[in-house]
């Protein structure tokens, strides 16, 4: 078993699998050390499935933006499978004052990086989405947002990047980084010693520990998302749907079921009594998310709901991810903290950083997301 | 590390098969075919292979599937189906409607 190659990528969820794919099609050889035993364990398969630009913070919206330009509209073509990508737009709504308040905000903010988005009133949402309730006010809409199936994109990443040879170890976990002659270099796991030229730490939350060994620090802490996932209904709308307080965000599959994510307000102190690796359902959150879509859409009140689901996303101090190279450490790449909002920019994270381990450089400006920005207050 | 850990290990070339048809996952309408290609594609646990084609994720939730679908991987993969861990159980036990689930009618 070969176990050195031009890049050990530690963590198999999307962001990992797409650095992976990007690094094997531009000739790099690469490992890719998983810790569960199923590749995209952790927020890679439990997110809604956004691939929204709006909303976003503006240190991380050119990413969204280039990913959406650049990569979304021909990656089920590039990978050879079916991800379910829909380019129909985001409806952030707004049900007060005050949710509009918050909504005028985002979009100033996005419009002044280039997104098209824009307010509209009641009447231009029902035109969109004639399934929304009276309760709804006004809401955010940019046209070129919209979602894909999270579960089966990570899994293109893994199968293309796989059949470009990259070497894929599951099972795997990883204890600590060591330097070599001042350079990251070995990557010692459970089992095995592995080496690269380059290490990227995409693990999530658990990157922490990984990058600890090194002396690197991530602020982030864990938070439980949850969702729930209705039977197959006749198809209703194409729209990526969230609101303006992120309390409640969901779309329709192309299967036809609903994916709906909200929050009961409990989720940091909720008891989590999952399985390693699978976080539970609390009890009091699915009921929670149903009150709340009821709400928004009362036809749905008759939809059963088949199954419940929990994640964990790895937010991180100040809202976006950490990413690129780290100054102190060289050869170590950093790619985590994505604060739930991961998914719709992994394309773009996973082939801008394949471009800065090859050329040193990337197209869209990572400065604002790289690790030395984070201060004490005095 | 297990027995499913290294990913490249050599499972040999995608065989196609007369019974490649019969329908496994009733719900999602998946056919043992499907399974069995997207094993050389890669999927080599329950939960991937659920995640890449929906099998066990319709109405009964893999009731119904599981133990047929563990034992087409397992053989596929050249192991004992001892060594494939089940899916996540997933609450509700049977799908409930949204409102009673709100809680808003019994």
Known sequence: MDKKADVVIIGGGVIGCAAAYYLTKRGKSVIVIEASDNIGNGGSSRNGGGVRQSGRDPRELPLA?????????????ELGVDCEYHKDGNLRLGKTQEHLKI???LTDRATACGLDVRMIDADEVKKINPYLSDEVIGASWCPT???ANPLVTTLAFYRKARQQGAKFFTGEKVLELRK?????????AEDNVYEGNYVLVAAGYESRDILSSVGIDVPMHKELVECLVTEAQPHMFNQMLGTAEADFYGHQSDHGSFVFGGSSGMELDNLNKGAKNSPSNAAITAPCECRGIMKYFPDLKDAKIVRTWAGEQDVCKDGVPVLGFVD???GLVVACGFTGHGFGIAPAVGEQLSRLIVDGETDVDLTP???DRFKAKI | MNILSDRSRDIGEFVPAEDDDMLICRCEEVTKGEIRKAVHDGMWTITEIRRYLRTGMGLCQGQTCARLVKGIIAKELGISPAELEPATARSPMRPVEM????NEEA
């Open chain 1, 65 to 77: 933006m280039y990913g959406i330009e650049k990569l979304w509209p021909n990656l089920s073509q």
């Open chain 1, 103 to 105: 909504l005028q905000g």
């Open chain 1, 145 to 147: 947002d919209g979602h």
């Open chain 1, 180 to 188: 070599v002659k001042g350079r990251v270099k070995k990557v010692i």
């Open chain 1, 328 to 330: 102190e450490v060289p």
């Open chain 1, 369 to 371: 997301l790289r690790y």
């Open chain 2, 99 to 102: 409102r009673v689930m709100g």
